[in-house]
């Protein structure tokens, strides 16, 4: 047996040294396995191997029972073998570094592309230092495509400088434009433009082309990276702009296949006047950050927009944080608690799930962010993850650990520094398309119900607070799990309101937040958001039936905590069980009700119907706007010539369902079962919807046959 293995040993050593570029471990060197375990010494790490990623090689070794942690040598060789400079300790591996401690692997990295190491690893037992292993040698990934091949030998300004600059302004929008030229896979769409007039750009990459239409690419069920919110937080950029060339010119069938199924949406510079400042916020100083819920600045009101469009249904935001003793790559989900929980939950399947798995096959240490006590990581709304959670978008925060720290301490090195945090962005960004394509049920069902539970308006409301998220892995002593950020009492609204009414001066009255000479009304920005607003009168409500019902009173209430104007609460006004027919004028609210007859809305009235029973057909003739969800009629639904909007989600029709002549915005019909035919025509705007399927038992027509 020994004598077999050892004949293995020596065979993978070989084929390593040949085939340095590819995914075959390297092998410690030295003598027959047999001899090495003879003249091993005491407390000797064994079974030492590294794997070349791209800008990472992951080492990994046998535990040795009783080592407090372990510290990885890097060493520079020369063409012939040795040594071309001093060995640094490039790394140390924790033992909470990983969900599995008994697999130790660490991802090196720092070191430039293309350049040839030789690495040991050693124990400590308690602070003293074992014998070192036996070495491995490699070289490592270049820089990713071919230098001879068109499209595969862009390289950024940061790739071109081994990280000694970032890609500026001027040379991202040229790499960009050449991306865009060279590949059917990639179209560049600028989806706005920052104060500074710069443009906000978005590679969408499909395969072999994306689809031609942002609603097109909804169909895909889109993924999307948002790459520098920050501006001095630089990193992901790097990142984004490489993956998209990987993308746009890779002959990976397993990638070309997860593109071919999806469409992947990268913005790699949202804040573009911060990155050419470098500073955090916008050029009026704007931390966007805290502010894609109010869209006050033109870069968040450009992203919502897209979001609305394009309709993402999983996400990853890119920071870098400043905390020295936390993990590479701390993550968090959307974790305010109006977000739906499924939404939650899959985010956080996700993180723990996936991402930790997967960080600690390849060495990356993906942990909690806020796990080192700082009271970071909460429930305001203002935050793209929350507010992406409140969107119904399975997503996560992503930070790179600002400084090496002390698990990294060859990174006084700059150029080290940024090559680690921006492969280690990459790494994630792959994986997260990885877990995208292997989860796409899981993701899409999750949104399908948050969807239709948002739109039924149930449950309490959370003005501001989190759900808790576990310590895990475990943290250092001296360490915490994310602060828990339960709501306090006067943020918890238990009745929901039904809607919000606007005063004409709320809803279209000049604003003074925002820059100066592009600020917005409420309109605009409910708009922005997708919302569903219905006139009466000279009065706007906004109803709370409708899919991102967590984020509406966070925005139209007076108890929010940032709110963007106080609206009147508009309460259900007809719960409980009545009998015989009704007749709606005004603005109805049914919440929780059985009605046992027939419902006629009048010509301008309002019907708001949610979790109620309807025996009856329902008949909507000239309404202001009609919403039914989350409720069951037995009998006939007859929505025809309404002037606002129409939504019926998520629920139950015995009878043929008929959307006919209605004039305002998309009418919304998502998630229902229809026991009879569905038919739409003469709709101002085709219905939609938001790729939850209708259960329909006879014939889809006209404009509703493919919901
Ligand atoms: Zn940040």
Known sequence: MRYRRTTAGVFSALLAATLAATAVPAQAQGGPALAAWQQAEPNQVQGLTVVQGDGYATLSWTALAGASDYQIERTPLAADGTAAGPAVISGVWRPNRQINNTSPTFADAGFAPG???????????????????????????????APDTPGQNLRTQWENTLGA??????????????????????????????????????????????????AAVAATNPLMVNCNVHGNEPGDREACLIMARQLAFTDDAATLDRLSKTTMLIVPTLNGDGRAANSRGNSTGQDLNRDYSLIRQPETRAFVEMVRDYRPIAGYDGHEYGNSNTGDLPMLPPRHQNVAKGIFDESQHMIEGHMYTEGAKDGWWACPYGCTGANVGLGEETILRNTLGLKNVVNSLLELRSSGGPTRPDEGNTANNRRRKTYSALWTFHQFLTYHNANLTKITTARAEAITSQAANAGRIVFRGSRPIEAYPAPHPGENPPPLDAPTPERILEQAPCAYRLTEEQYLGARTDGPEGGRTTVAQRLAAHGWQVVKVGDEYLVPLTQPERGLVPLLLDGQAVEGLVAGERVNPNLTGTRNGPLTVTGVTCVDGAALRGPVRVQPGAVLIVTGTSINGPVDATGAAGVFLTGSTVNGPVRVVGTRGPVSVVGTRVSGPVDVVNNAGSAPLLAGNTVNGPLSCTGNAVPPVNLEVANAVSGPKSAQCSRL
């Not at 602070?127 to 820089?143: C, F, G, I, K, L």
């Not at 040379?171 to 600028?190: N, Q």
């Not at 920052?194 to 031609?212: D, E, K, L, Q, W």
Request: net charge positive; glycine share 6%; charged share 20%.
């Open 115 to 145: 350049t040839r190491w030789q690495w040991r690893v050693r124990a400590r037992v308690g602070t003293d230092p074992q014998p070192y292993s036996a070495p491995v040698a490699d070289t490592t990934r270049a820089h990713w495509g």
């Open 165 to 214: 600059q970032y890609t500026s302004d001027v040379d991202e929008y040229a790499y960009t434009a050449a991306l865009d030229a060279l590949s059917d896979r990639v179209r560049v769409v600028e989806i706005g433009r920052t104060i500074g007039n710069r443009p906000i750009n978005m590679f969408v990459i499909g395969y072999p082309t994306p689809p031609a239409t942002p």
